[in-house]
C-alpha cells in the first residue's frame, strides 16, 4: 500500500520570502505520479503541480517548483515570492498510473500561512 | 471553467432522512469517478470509486448501504447518504480520474453536509 507523510502540520512564512513544504511517500510502484494540491478556505482542491515519476527533470509552474528525489521518496514543494493568496492547505498527492484505480493518495497537509 | 460541477454546495438535513449529492463532468465522459470525504482539519480520504454503468467499488469501512452510489451515465455519479446521522456531518468531494494528458484530477467544489 502506498502512503504519503507530511511532516510539517503547520507553517508560515513573510511575503515575497521563500518557503519549502516537505513530503515523502512510500512504494512499490514503478510508474506513478506525484502532486501538489492547494485548498483554500472555499475548500476548492486546486492542482498546484505535478510530477511524473519517469521523468528526472523537477517540475516548475511558475513560482512553484519541485524538488524530486525518486530514490529518497521525496517530493517537497518550494514556492517563491510568498503571496498573501497562497495562504492555504497544502496537501501533497500519490497516484499510481496504469492500475486499475487512479485515485489519488492525499498526506495529511501542511497549512501555510504568508503573512503581510 | 470547472470541468467537473458538484451540488449542492451545502445542504442541512434532519436525522433520519436522505440526501442526495450529484457530481457532473462537464466537458468530458467519465467512466470513473471519486467519492472523497474531509473531516474539518484533516485529509481527503477516499470513500469510494464510482464505476459508470456498474456498481461502486467501497473502501474498506465504508458502508455501502449508508453511502449510496449511483454513475447511470457518463456525465453523473451520485452520491446519496441515507437515513443520515450527525457523525456523518462532513464534507463531501467528487472527482474525475486523473489521465495521463489531464495534468491531474478535477475536483468539484465539495458538499458540506450538516444533520442536525
Known amino acids: 500500500a502506498q502512503t504519503v507523510t507530511q511532516s510539517q502540520p503547520e507553517m508560515s512564512v513573510q511575503e515575497a520570502e521563500t518557503v519549502t513544504l516537505s513530503c515523502t511517500y512510500d512504494t512499490s510502484e514503478n510508474n506513478y505520479y506525484l502532486f501538489w494540491y492547494k485548498q483554500p478556505p472555499s475548500r476548492q482542491m486546486i492542482l498546484v503541480i505535478r510530477?511524473?515519476?519517469?521523468?528526472?527533470q523537477n517540475a516548475t509552474e511558475n513560482r512553484f517548483s519541485v524538488n524530486f528525489q525518486k530514490a529518497a521518496k521525496s517530493f517537497s514543494l518550494k514556492i517563491s515570492d510568498s503571496q498573501l493568496g497562497d495562504t492555504a492547505m497544502y496537501f501533497c498527492?500519490?497516484?499510481?498510473?496504469?492500475?486499475?484505480?487512479?485515485?489519488?493518495?492525499f498526506g495529511k497537509g501542511t497549512k501555510l500561512s504568508v503573512k503581510p | 471553467g470547472a470541468v467537473v460541477s458538484q451540488h449542492p454546495s451545502w445542504v442541512i438535513c434532519k436525522s433520519g432522512t436522505s440526501v442526495k449529492i450529484e457530481c457532473r463532468s462537464l466537458?468530458?465522459?467519465?467512466?470513473?469517478m471519486f467519492w472523497y470525504r474531509q473531516f474539518p482539519k484533516q485529509s481527503l480520504m477516499l470513500m469510494a470509486t464510482s464505476n459508470e454503468g456498474s456498481k461502486a467499488t467501497y473502501e474498506q469501512g465504508v458502508e455501502k448501504d449508508k453511502f449510496l452510489i449511483n454513475h447511470a451515465s457518463l456525465t453523473l455519479s451520485t452520491l446519496t447518504v441515507t437515513s443520515a446521522h450527525p457523525e456523518d456531518s462532513s464534507f463531501y468531494i467528487c472527482?474525475?480520474?486523473?489521465?495521463?494528458?489531464?495534468?491531474?484530477?478535477?475536483f468539484g467544489q465539495g458538499t458540506r453536509l450538516t444533520v442536525v
Open positions: 498527492a500519490f497516484m499510481a498510473y496504469g492500475g486499475s484505480q487512479g485515485n489519488l493518495i
Open positions: 466537458d468530458f465522459q467519465a467512466t470513473t
Open positions: 472527482s474525475d480520474r486523473p489521465y495521463r494528458d489531464s495534468g491531474g484530477a478535477f
Open positions: 510530477q511524473e515519476a519517469y521523468k528526472q
